[in-house]
């Protein structure tokens, strides 16, 4: 077994000690249709993941744009077809947009040419809606194959912001085929967490204040420009779009903005930076493990 | 695929920058009898509910009173039918009843005539027992059919409060029978997810403090005064009822009372209102999508 | 359907506004063991539930003896059977037992006969290891059967303390038996909600501070003090009798027994006050409802 | 039923009050894999776990470095033969390397012989690899069996940390093979309450900030002191080494290097010491119980 070994910290432009992208993902509808497509009956769930595009997107655009922050939108192919007008809106306010799955497709136990199919048909969406090309890419709740990042590789992407184990992005060897840069995340970093409910689907029924967030935030962030990693911040608008989310958000983001030591910037930005960085990749491996079994003469139950 | 597109701001009267209703469901034993009759041999639970008309209702009727806010109660046919009492005193005390189902029925899967036979019978038992004919509606557990807001037009309603796509209220175009006033709502702005613990029904394990649930609502408040929505807050009386949480409501009603840029409201007075505005009638639609399917000469799994 | 009617304010003695008990399920393993017999091959959770009556119970009983506080301990029958010291210390100590069934038994779909088994049972084991004869009662998981309160009175108990439709103690009309005086309890009051994880039994995983319980029934009982009720906390000794909850609870008591206008006392003690006032007796009756069926005509699905 | 009796306190050494010990469970992948070995193909989860010895061992070993304080370190067997270079670098630094099982194996329902073929296969990964022999044992999700404590004895270690029952570590008797030092944990001193969110795995989604769960420890580590216990902390460096819990931690961790009446130690030594003091040793029984059943004549449901 090869053994691991952990990224190392990236040097930061400009004499920065820390890089921070404040990205969102645009799930709406597409979470839980994939899952059953039952979902799609229910007005009163639809209506609250529409939320996201038509209401939190226009506004979270207007804090950006106010701070003159750099956004990163995740978009699965399906929402830019259904909420053209949102992704659009993105793009004009020259915020980056990547790859999302097409219906935020779970890639647990899919096989590769499913992927691939799934990574065309959300190519597809975002050019013919957006008229957009990514180059980065994130799987849906953070899951992906081993086989995964050959896939991206192949379909040209930059960089993937899938994985967790490291808070320094890293060069990710593939197989035959170069490397990915990786943009690593973290749940302690994902509103989800914090203020997700959605009956029959995700949550328990509890739902935070966005004080607590944005101290649970505050923390990492505090601590992670010690560290000089990437900190790497996921909202998605049908949550933290609404208002005193959004307006807790806000103030957030001035506090950073005036944080001398931070490189605010896009995904691709910082994939790109990273690239010049000329790291040697890792090569990661599943994990290969033979379970202790119960000796043949003792006693089983 | 005909595009949504995001409800506009509505103008307050009076010069107000945002609407405010405190909104009470009466579930009672409703939602727990029609998810299963079972329940109803649980006297424990049964009185866990009962809290709510017979403690919780003339509790929150007194702080009302006091600081003389128009409440509206969404009130499921069953709960008047078993505690008429409560329901009377809501009529008397000069509050609005609106329509909660007949036993909080889910509408999950639930065909449109069946759904006519729920309305009736809810409509039957609140004129019955307090002589009220509502003007609103409410879906229980905020879900709905697409074919529901048709079923609510044909009953007469003028508006529902069931949705979650907007800040602000809109005008729900109906095919073929004008339209609603839409009030939305919000799980941020629900007492439910901070207190809910029925065992075997519905909650964690988890129950929060009053202050957190008021941290968490004026955080919502405050944002919203700034946008201009309405911000409508719904309480159950046989959470919200009990001491510390009322005595917490009763200062935070205090809080807003003392708000010069808050219109406090009742229910149908803000749909009047809206209607008023002759707001272009917004349509929204199933959404109609098509999963990627793998490829078939792939490696099935 | 007869109509429930609200239970009324009790008068207190010397002019108190508030009753106040601390009161303690001394659940240790018999929880787990009637919910599975499995249960008992777990070692490790065994000695986590065993922590109530070993270390829990002692360390309370000191707090209770330097604030000269009557404490309330529902015990079940095989609690006492297994940690017979434990309970005998309680007894020594002057302090109320009173019954909690044999093996905290769910009473959920149970029948009359093995009620009266289960009662029967635990009496005999209370009256063997500690020669008391409870006068109050309990049902596990606060929760029984609409018979129950006639297996009550028919065993002589005085009270009961399982119901929740009432911040004020009443009389409860037991069919053909007189009455039970109820003092009713809430979840919001009850340290199992806080602080419980035992994994594969009950619990999210999420375990709050000690400070947070403390302010969730200060706030609970600061308003009850307005109200005048009877306010009844409910502790578990293998939960709050770890040393961080303990010594939040002893400054909490010592907190309360600084109230002139709280009067703490022992539940039998509070059920013979409030029998003194020979209030009526108020029924509760079992919900009786006919939910709404499809039309026969109608389309279904 | 032979009555179990509660441990009693040990004194420490140098006249302190009360000893900490830091420990921390390098669970990686381990538990995942033995739940379901399907987990191996999650890339992303994986990579989530392996956080823990890439990232979080170096970063928790500076820190007690920093402090000179020792920790306590239990590693599953196969966490050791993935993670070679993260172990020996804890065995390097002169910190305790402690058994936790092979693949980090639910011992539900384990029989005898098993556990012994799964005892041997984690000694012989944590002597080929970092060449250490432990002496101490933490069964995983602290749970063992009543047979359990015999195949520790037999297997030489010194001291267990798996029990729940006493604030004080004991010896735990050992039929017919002398005692086991007991060093006893808490679910609340415990980060993956506090932290842990793996989707399909564990967690329900929420996700506290550090101070409360320092607020946490702190609460418990006061009481401890005036108790004179062994107050045991429990860290996951998948959880606890992320940046902005680590840093909260090296604050907890100062200030507990500042109390001048807390002995702060190892596992290995604090058993030694306990060892010293010659105690009676505790005999834990399982629960021998008989539950009521419904009788013969009664009507049945």
């Given at each position: 077994m090869t053994a691991l070994t952990p990224a190392q910290p990236v040097s930061w432009p400009n004499g920065k000690r820390c890089a921070v992208a404040f990205t969102f993902d645009v799930d709406a509808e597409s979470p839980l249709l994939s899952t059953d497509?039952?979902?799609?009956?229910r007005m009163g769930t639809m209506s609250h993941q529409a939320y996201?595009?038509?209401?939190g997107v226009p506004r979270l655009l207007g804090i950006l744009d106010e701070f003159s922050v750099p956004g990163t939108f995740f978009v699965p192919g399906y929402t830019a077809e259904r909420h053209p007008e949102a992704i659009r809106s993105i793009a004009r306010a020259g915020h980056e947009i990547a790859h999302h799955g097409y219906l935020h497709e779970?890639?647990?136990?899919?096989?590769e040419d499913t992927e691939r199919a799934i990574m065309e048909r959300g190519l597809t969406a975002l050019d013919e809606v957006a008229g957009v090309r990514p180059t980065g890419y994130r799987a849906p709740m953070w899951e992906m194959n081993w086989h995964t990042p050959k896939v991206l590789a192949d379909f040209g992407?930059?960089?993937?912001?899938?994985?967790?184990?490291?808070?320094h992005p890293y060069e990710l060897a593939v197989a035959g085929a170069g490397s990915l840069v990786e943009l690593p995340v973290s749940?302690?970093?994902?509103d989800w967490l914090q203020y997700c409910f959605v009956p029959?689907?995700?949550?328990?029924g509890l739902i935070e204040t966005p004080a607590k967030a944005m101290e649970l935030w505050r923390s990492e962030l505090d601590a992670m420009r010690d560290i000089g990693g990437a900190w790497i911040l996921t909202n998605h608008p049908f949550l933290s779009g609404r208002p005193g989310r959004a307006a807790a958000l806000r103030e957030f983001i001035a506090e950073v903005c005036g944080m001398d030591d931070v490189w605010v910037a896009g995904m691709a930005e910082i994939a790109d930076h990273v690239r010049t960085q000329q790291l040697t990749p890792r090569t990661l491996t599943r994990p290969d493990f033979e379970p202790v079994t119960a000796p043949s003469t003792g006693e089983q139950r």
């Open positions: 497509s039952a979902y799609a009956d996201g595009p038509l209401v779970s890639l647990v136990g899919v096989d992407f930059t960089y993937d912001s899938t994985l967790m184990d490291s808070d749940w302690a970093l994902d029959d689907f995700s949550g328990t």
